[in-house]
């Protein structure tokens, strides 16, 4: 994409010699970035803009055009791009708005846009977007104030507005980028087009981005799991709240998504997400400016005990570590403090403490081979001369070769102080708790990037068995299966059920019970009742032929007064479950940008209450798996509590690997459920499913390499 990063001649297909308007105020920019390529202003009136001669029309532009900027009205605009691509232009950028954010003639517009590009090879960045920035190439294709300053962060926007925002903070910070692009409503170049240049440009060592949805969203994982293996990709989603999705969808005209499968897919694929926008710039003045630590384990100096506690509280609240510090170190820092000083982690250097008690602190702390990173905290008082601090920390973190972050508490006095930090290359936060956050995150995306490979198992199972099932539901028009009827596609996944059998009578549950073993467990049985205990139709532990007849004749009674309108094909006799077992639910739902999104939790009616799962999406990994058990609060229930003995974690494990393989093999299974799971210290039973399947449409196929060694 060099022709829309660094081209070596722009058009400006809109041009105005009125000041403000947008189409002069691109003009401006270019020629104020110092752009030293050729622009061409374009407009049917002639003249001169900006100094320049203006062409009166696409074609009497001379010589090739790397980049086209298009600031015309919607109508104009298909007219505009067919012209350039027949000039050969190499990218084009479309401010103009009115395209399938605002109605229907807009999208047809905007999808014909998007097929010419495509058919073409033409970068289509917009329309709908503020245009972009690269600092590299002195470029500044865009209507927004200001030219940013030079600098390592990457950063991407589907929101022009908050790229204006983001960038008159940004200059206001002190904060330079390497890219500045605004998406728009993304008909080309999306999110994933942005991650894979960024990725592999020199530029740039951080990514940030803020997204309203993902359009391609298996794309965007394979791009960002390439691109986070490289350089840090941080990034907020927006519209995760249901007014948030609905705003999302008229600001864009897409469909927001899914915030589960989004967080999953980040997760997934190491990106960092934030939930603010501080927080996002926060994050990249550390990862710009810091090497990743080596480890946890976090230095303190302060001279104040009020933000040092403040400090080991967020340290409390992390992943990070406060590490005592080895006996040489404390000797050294008694020599120089006073005995009423804090010797431990963190060092409190007191009130009276000068510049040169703050570098030699630093120094003895930052030589300590069992501190990875330093937080340095500081405090006005009237013994410190901030500015002479600032250079003191400064030149000796030069020498320790390690991250160091600074907490300048106050703002009043502090401004010379932060530039002198900000020249060392050391991140300035106003609070502790900013600053060990972010520390925070650097240290696990460390431990992100050193990770293991992921391994993938593929199990065995029987598809043609589960396929003629599935088919046979489609032709039936049942779109849900309950557990009588989609017990037989657990099955043929390989996965263990109890013992069970459908009674039509009190007499016929009765011989079922007995040729079980009691104790035994009833269950309503209806096609048309996903949630048994919504009508009382379970009941459980039933020791003796007349408990059972008696159950028969209660549940289906019940039932049948509560809803009139089902047809019940009597109750379901069940071997009962080991009483020490726990239940977990296992299911998925296929969400529409980034496919099947796997849940775990505890089961039972319990989920839908407490709501404590986790999220991954298909095709799960080992790992994965693993991490999803891991995630839940509860995970200590089942590891076992006060002499209780933990569960077969394996047999979970495989449980939820199977369910996504099934996901991934049969694309007309819209969700699934395993609710409960009973899994105890020897095996994982699923006790109760249901599907709910849906014909997927035309040119939608299952994934049939992975069903091939099976089958």
Known sequence: ???????????????????????????????????????????????????????????????PVD?????????????????????????????????????HEGWVLETCLAEIASKTGVNLLGPNCLGLISTGSSLNASFATGNPLPGKIGFFSQSGALCVAVLDWALGAGVGFSKFISLGNKAVLDEASMLEYLGNDPDTKVILGYVENVDDGRRFMDCASRVSMKKPVIMMKAGIT??????????????????????AAFVQSGVIRVERLDELFNLAKAFSSQELPLGPNLGIVTNAGGPGILAADACGDSGMRMPTYSP?????????????????????????????????????????????????????????????????????VAEI???????????????????????????????PKQAVRAMDCMYRYAAWKGRPPRTYAEPERDIESARQLVEASLRS????????????????????????????????????????GYPVVLKIASPEISHKSDVDGVRVGLSSAEEVRTAFWEITARTQCLRPDVYIAGCLVQQMASPESREVIVGFRRDEQFGPLLMFGLGGVYVEILKDVSFRLAPLSVEDAGDMVREIRSYMLLKGVRGGEPVDFEAITDVLIRMSYLAEDFPEIYEAEFNPVLVNSEEALVADARMVVVDPGPGVAPDRNSAAGSE
């Open 1 to 63: 994409m060099d022709t829309l990063f660094a081209p070596s001649s722009i058009a400006v297909v809109g041009a105005s010699s009125v000041s403000g308007k947008i189409g002069n105020t691109i003009v401006a920019n270019i020629l104020d970035a110092g752009f030293k390529g050729e622009v061409y202003p374009v407009n049917p009136r002639g003249g001169s803009i900006c100094g320049l001669e203006v062409c009166k029309s696409i074609s009497d532009l001379q010589g």
């Open 328 to 396: 040489d170190i404390i000797g050294e820092l008694q020599r120089m403090l006073p005995g009423y000083a804090s010797l431990y982690n963190p060092v409190d250097l007191l009130g009276d403490a000068d510049a040169q008690s703050y570098g030699r602190a630093v120094r003895i702390v930052g030589h300590d081979p069992g501190v990875n990173s330093m937080l340095v905290i500081v405090a006005p008082s009237a013994a410190l001369d901030l500015a002479a601090a600032a250079e003191e920390i400064s030149a000796v």
């Open 477 to 516: 028009g049942r779109s849900e299966l309950v557990e009588f009827q989609a017990r037989d596609i657990v099955t043929a996944y390989g996965l263990p059920t109890p013992e069970s059998d459908l009674a039509r009578s009190g007499d016929e549950a009765v011989a079922i019970a007995e040729q079980l």
């Open 242 to 263: 249901p007014a948030g999705a609905r705003a999302a969808s008229s600001h864009t005209g897409a469909v927001a998504g899914s915030d589960k499968a989004c967080g």
């Open 67 to 103: 980049l086209a900027v298009i600031a015309v009205p919607r109508d104009l605009v298909l007219d505009c791009f067919l012209e350039l691509v027949e000039k050969g232009v190499g990218s084009v950028v479309i401010v103009s708005a009115g395209f399938k954010e605002v109605d």
């Open 401 to 431: 070769a390690k991250p160091v972050f600074c907490c300048l508490m106050g703002r009043r006095h502090s401004r010379r102080a932060r530039e002198i930090f900000a020249a060392a290359g050391i991140p300035v936060y106003d609070f």
